[in-house]
């Protein structure tokens, strides 16, 4: 009983311990998929001043996201040769950098109720996300 009891808990936290890795090695990719959902509702309702509220919420959660996601490093750039990967990191982290710079603008103008200027910050940021995704995520 004890040894059966004994290799299920190693069992368990061998599992728990993969899963772990796991999450880690895919923590940009979820960052992204949390990412997208909340900029798509957020460029579908800037126009609307009555989801203002909402969509100052979801600004917050991109807020934390792309800060998260400065620490992280692209597939396609951990594939590169070591000589051009320093530039690739420094490019990609610009690039969120400038998502960050931009939402917490967007935010700003939310509160404001500048739906207006939030409008072109969202296209700015549309612009900026396909970079990325044409220059990281290939």
Request: aromatic share 6%.
């Amino acid at each position: 009983m004890k040894k059966t009891l004994s290799t299920f808990a190693l069992v368990l936290v061998f599992g728990f311990s993969i899963a772990f890795a796991q999450e880690s090695a895919s923590s940009l990719k979820n960052n992204m998929k949390q990412i997208g959902p909340l900029f798509k509702a957020i460029a579908l309702s800037v126009s609307d001043p009555s989801k203002n509220a909402d969509n100052i919420d979801k600004t917050k959660q991109l807020i934390l996201l792309f800060k998260n996601t400065l620490t992280l490093i692209p597939d396609s750039v951990s594939q590169l040769p070591e000589t051009q990967r320093a530039d690739s990191i420094t490019q990609f982290q610009n690039l969120i950098n400038d998502e960050l710079t931009n939402t917490n603008l967007l935010q700003v103008a939310l509160i404001a109720n500048d739906n207006a200027t939030a409008a072109g910050i969202v296209q700015k940021m549309t612009v900026t996300k396909k970079e990325g995704h044409t220059r990281f995520d290939p």
